[in-house]
């Protein structure tokens, strides 16, 4: 049950980073641009979880699974600082 959990929040991140994606090419809003790279950073995420939980159970891989998310934030809180007017 947990594999399908997995895999579920990793397309739903996939899903929201593409709809972003074609949202920025029919509005070249950054925020939309920030907002899409955040979302493909939270799909790189799920998908680390899927393979630190599921593929290789022995090991332990949440130090790069939080890096991932980390880096996805920062660049989400970083594009919403610099877009504020």
């Given at each position: 049950?947990a594999?399908?959990?997995y895999?579920?929040?990793?397309?739903?991140s996939g899903?929201?980073?593409?709809?972003?994606?074609?949202?920025?090419?029919?509005?070249?809003?950054?925020?939309?641009?920030?907002?899409?790279?955040?979302?493909?950073?939270?799909?790189?995420?799920?998908?680390?979880?899927?393979?630190?939980?599921?593929?290789?159970?022995?090991?332990?891989?949440?130090?790069?699974?939080?890096?991932?998310?980390?880096?996805?934030?920062?660049?989400?809180?970083?594009?919403?600082?610099?877009?504020?007017?």
């Amino acid at each position: 049950m947990a594999a399908v959990i997995y895999t579920l929040c990793a397309i739903t991140s996939g899903f929201c980073a593409w709809l972003l994606i074609r949202a920025y090419i029919g509005n070249r809003s950054k925020l939309l641009l920030w907002s899409a790279v955040c979302f493909a950073g939270l799909t790189f995420e799920n998908a680390a979880l899927w393979i630190d939980k599921i593929v290789f159970p022995q090991v332990d891989l949440s130090a790069v699974r939080l890096s991932i998310g980390l880096f996805a934030m920062t660049v989400l809180l970083i594009g919403m600082i610099w877009e504020a007017d």
